[in-house]
């Protein structure tokens, strides 16, 4: 017994040795390829990217070292013997990483414009299987989704089998399914066109699309079938994100008219006032939203993601303020005057335009964009969830809510709604209707800075960002029902839903005309809005 165990592990041994020869005679002749001719060293560099798909991490990892020493010229050839990798440590052999001397005679290889884009494409495909780091990892992908017929499938198998991102898992499955349609092998080409038509995007639908051009299409049935079958999913499934994407863009533009309204259907339908300064209170809310950010970098450095949430108390009480102000100085005196106050509050845009443009620049601001509004979620096909819209409807849904509270549910919306209903009646059972007017006034203003506020991280932020919204803010109150909070919100939602259904057809200033038009017919027939304010004061 002893001496079969003792020949069985001089069988081991000897193997064992003859493997690690052969790897490291194969990483030679890598290296010596490298260092040869044009010739070779394209050889050389299709191996390196074949070594991508191999299950060996040690293989992985020399292949990528060594071909970004070639890259970076820290390979250095000598006339005679092993080349040397120089990269400001040691320098070391490269096909066996021990350390070596630096031959004083050694060149760099020099490569061709065909080498190195093939050097780069091996560099990239080992990247992703060697990338510590995901977003290294991604930015490799996105370098061989654009080459994905020149990858060997092993590459994007061993890279999703090991990848530990899911999302960055479901790309590279997906990669590696448009590589795997022009496969030899019928059978993973059919594979492929199943597991592709399953994402239902317009990049998969152009893959399969061409395959119509293949020989196979005509002369095969089965594969006909398949890709017409797959094509027909992929396309009904684009139909049915167009339509989502459509709605949630117009619920998205609509919870941005909403908050530019909701502080001016106050305002007008309590005062009667045409306040062409709301628009620049919208924008003055954005820019101490900008400011609330700067304080953050600069005083509390790892709270800067959250200045969108910090911005909240501050936005609402620098506008308020500032309406209670202009309220008290300015419009208390021109209620009975209204082409006056219409004028009045058009100078006091004027000026805070210019007070911005003299303080802040006219350039835009630059905000961070915080991890929480960062990015999205695909649903089906191009329709993708974006963070920083839908934190837009949520902060609009809550603003509502609680705009809904103040009215419905304490003592100054009660006041606000007496008032508003008449105003004689209301200053002669006691109510303060000068006081109400000015608290009124603070409350749309500063619900015209939140709306700023939410504007930040998906707007341009300027001093001349008001003026864009003003109008259409209007055109929301006067359609809903002037002082109705129910009324802005149905009117928000129309007039945001038709503006993204008619702008692909004929334009932004076409869709603004058009519901123009279809505002000023529907008013024809119902001038109070879609809401009235029952004895709104006249």
């Known amino acids: 017994m002893r001496p079969l165990f003792t020949l069985v592990c001089c069988l081991a041994a000897l193997l064992s040795a003859q493997a690690a020869s052969a790897q490291a005679i194969e990483r030679s002749a890598v290296v010596a390829g490298l260092c040869g001719t044009a010739a070779a060293g394209g050889e050389a560099a299709s191996h390196l990217l074949a070594l991508a798909g191999t299950t060996n991490a040690e ?20 006339a005679a013997g092993p080349g040397v990798v120089d990269d400001g440590r ?49 930015g490799a992908l996105g370098v061989l989704t654009r080459r994905a017929a020149d990858v060997p499938l092993p590459v994007f198998e061993q890279a999703a089998a ?8 479901a790309e590279i499955e997906n990669t590696a399914a448009i590589a795997a349609l022009n496969s030899p092998d019928m059978a993973k080409g059919l594979d492929a066109l199943e597991r592709l038509s399953a994402t239902r995007t317009r990049r998969v639908q152009t893959q399969i699309a061409a395959l119509r051009d293949d020989p196979a299409y005509a002369g095969d049935r089965t594969f006909k079938a398949a890709v017409d079958s797959a094509l027909t999913r992929v396309e009904g499934g684009i139909r049915i994100g167009n339509m989502l994407a459509a709605l949630y863009n117009g619920l998205s533009f609509a919870s941005i008219l909403f908050m530019a309204a909701i502080g001016l259907s106050i305002i007008f339908g309590l005062m009667g006032v045409i306040n062409l300064a709301q628009g620049e209170l919208i924008m003055i809310g954005a820019y101490v939203t900008w400011l609330t950010q700067e304080v953050l970098r600069a005083a509390l450095p790892g709270l800067v993601d959250y200045y969108l949430l910090v911005a909240i108390v501050p936005a609402f009480l620098v506008t308020a303020l500032i309406g209670v102000a202009l309220e008290v100085t300015i419009l208390r005196h021109l209620y009975r005057r209204p082409l006056m106050s219409l004028l009045a509050t058009w100078a006091i845009s004027l000026f805070l335009i210019n007070a911005v443009r003299l303080g802040f620049g006219t350039q835009n601001l630059q905000f961070a964009t915080p991890f929480y509004v960062a990015g999205g979620v695909p649903v089906i096909g191009d329709f993708i969830v974006t963070w920083n819209r839908l934190f837009a409807i949520a902060f609009a849904a809550v603003t509502l809510g609680l705009t809904w509270f103040v009215v419905q549910r304490t003592g100054l919306g009660l006041d606000i709604r007496a008032v508003t209903q008449n105003r004689d ?12 007017d ?53 009117a928000a939602l129309g007039v945001g839903q038709i503006n993204v259904l008619i702008e ?30 029952k004895g709104r004061r006249r």
């Open 59 to 78: 293989d992985v990892s020399w292949s990528l070292s060594l071909t970004q020493a070639v890259l970076n010229r820290q390979l250095k050839c000598p």
């Open 504 to 533: 692909p057809f004929w334009g932004a200033v076409a869709a603004k005309v058009i519901v123009l038009f279809l505002i000023i017919g529907f008013l024809q027939f119902r001038p109070e809005g879609l809401f009235s304010a």
């Open 162 to 169: 090991a990848e530990t991102d899911p999302s960055l898992k």
């Open 425 to 436: 009646m209301a200053g002669c059972i006691g109510i303060p209707t000068r006081r109400v």
């Open 438 to 490: 000015m608290l009124a006034f603070g409350l749309g203003s500063g619900l015209a800075g939140l709306a700023g506020l939410s504007l930040s991280p998906i707007y341009n932020v300027n001093p001349q960002m008001g003026a864009n919204f003003i109008i259409d803010a209007f055109m929301v109150v006067v359609l809903g029902g002037v002082g109705t909070i129910g009324g802005t919100l149905i």
């Open 90 to 138: 040691a320098p070391r052999d490269a096909a066996t990483l021990a350390p070596a001397p630096l031959p004083p005679s050694a060149r760099t290889p020099v490569l061709n414009l065909r080498n190195r884009g093939a050097l780069d494409l091996a560099q990239a495909a080992l990247t992703l299987r060697a990338g510590a780091d995901a977003g290294v990892r991604r």
